[in-house]
Every structure is written in C-alpha cells, then in structure tokens.
C-alpha cells in the first residue's frame, strides 16, 4: 500500500505538470493575438498607413477628383460613384478635392500652420499665439490634429469647395441643397454642421462627407479605445489631453453621423 501522503504528492505533481504543458502556451499565443489586433486597430485610426499600399484602399480615378492620387476605401469609392451618377443625372456636378489623408499628410498640414508656414484663418500667423493650447485651438477650427483625423479613415471626403459661403447661393447651394436631400440614400452623412445646437469641434464644413457603414463603426472605436494619451508625434501633441481631442473632436460630429 502506497502511504497517503505519497499518493497526495503523485496527484499534485499531474496537476501541476498538466495544466504547465497543456494550457500556459495557448494562454500566452491567445493574449498576444489580442494586443496585436488592437494594436493594429488603433495604428489605423491614427492614420499610421500608406493608403497607396493598403488592401482595402483604391485609387479614384480621375474624372471623380480634381488631382489624382486620392484615396479611398473602396466600398466608399463604389457609393460614391453611384451617388455621383444620380447627381449628375439631377444637373449636380460632384468632385472630390480631398479624400484619405495619412498621419504624415496631416501632420505636413499641422505643423505648417502651428510654425506660421500656412497662415490661419484671418491671415493670422500662429507664431504670434503665445499661449500654446489657444494655438492649437485656433488651429482646430479646421484642421485636425494628426491620429484624430476622419480623413484617416478612408471614409471621409471633401466635395466641391472649402468655402461654406460656395454653397450658400448659385450653383453651390444647388449642390448642397441636393447633398443634404440625397447623400444619405447612398451612406454619406455631413459631420460637421452648424454648431447652434452646443456640437463641439471644428467649425461647419458644408464640403465635408462622411461615408457611415464604414465611419460608425470607427468612430465607435476610437471613443472606445483611443486615448488622449495616445495622440503624440508632432508639435503639439501633448496638449491633445488638456484639450481632450478625442471627446471635443472626433466625438463632436452632428448626431445623425454617430
Ligand atoms: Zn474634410
């Protein structure tokens, strides 16, 4: 007869020994798995890509835009098109002045004007802002910080003009009054409209679209799983937490687009 104590230790070793060879390895590929698909999430957001080498990206050809090398997510691309051919046939021009602008090309625009090489709006340099985060505030009238912007996303378009007043009369307001009567039968929501009713952000802009069964979902992640903290890799950046970016920019967009 085996002495209890023995028999005890016999067990306790199998157990140990199981659960070190059979379970730890598959535990440790599991939790690897995971940070790497946020990982790779979040690098997306942020616009930390060459969309001319991404998959789902492609190139708009150029009777829709006016300069080539614009990109898009494709299934935003092929509704756009559509969208495009039922204006036309309603005596609507649409043309895409920009499209899906990388963390690099943002901060090409950013750092521009926060070292007075693009004057803001008013012809204002932004070197004569002494206070930091009121230069920043000013820049983010209408231009995105670098990692926040929905032209990372592939989704995101501007259309026509980058004057609101372009399409208060004439052939402008024909266009806008036909955007905001149409686009949404093809997936595409304005973010950024007036701000009467306390939405926070950038100022309107009647030329910008979001196209939304890609957008939502990103826009979901980012309030999620972006963090202030996150946003760094220009001049700047470290005031993203101070003004809280994530919840006054990329959230502050018209309810119909959330
Ligand atoms: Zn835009």
């Known amino acids: 007869m ?3 104590i023995i028999k005890l230790f016999i067990v306790s070793f199998i157990i140990v020994c199981c659960n070190t060879s059979d379970k730890k390895p ?41 300069r080539s090398g614009l990109y898009l997510r494709r299934e935003a691309l092929s509704d756009f098109i559509k969208m495009y051919n039922e204006a036309h046939g309603a005596g609507v021009s ?12 943002q901060k090409g625009i950013w750092e521009r004007k926060w070292h007075g090489q693009t004057l803001l709006e008013g012809n204002v340099d932004a070197r004569t802002i002494s ?9 983010l009238l209408y231009s ?4 926040t ?29 036909w955007l905001r009567e149409n686009a949404h039968k093809f997936g595409f929501c304005q973010p950024y409209t007036s701000k009467e009713n306390g939405r926070t952000g950038y100022e309107e802009e009647k030329w910008h679209w979001t196209y939304l069964p890609i957008s939502k979902g990103l826009t979901d992640y980012a ?15 470290e005031l993203a937490i101070d003004i809280d970016v994530v919840g006054n920019y990329i959230l502050g967009i018209d309810p119909s687009c959330l």
């Not at 649409?94 to 090309?105: E, G, H, M, P, V």
């Not at 995105?144 to 990692?147: D, E, H, K, T, V």
Request: proline content about 4%; overall charge negative.
């Open 26 to 66: 598959d535990q440790k590929m599991d939790d690897k798995e995971e940070v790497a698909i946020d990982t790779a999430m979040i690098e997306y957001i942020r616009g930390q890509f060459d969309p001319s080498k991404h998959k789902d990206f492609i190139s708009i050809p150029d009777q829709y835009a006016s």
């Open 131 to 139: 206070d930091p985060k009121e230069r920043a505030l000013k820049i």
């Open 2 to 4: 085996m002495p209890n």
């Open 94 to 105: 649409l043309i895409i002045k920009s499209a899906t602008r990388n963390f690099d090309y």
């Open 223 to 237: 309030e999620r799983y972006l963090k202030n903290e996150d946003i760094s890799g220009f001049a700047g950046a």
């Open 149 to 177: 912007s929905r032209h990372h996303w592939g989704t995101d378009i501007d259309l026509n003009s980058f004057d609101n007043s372009y399409f208060e009369k004439g052939r402008g307001k024909k266009e806008y009054t």
């Open 144 to 147: 995105s910080m670098p990692s």
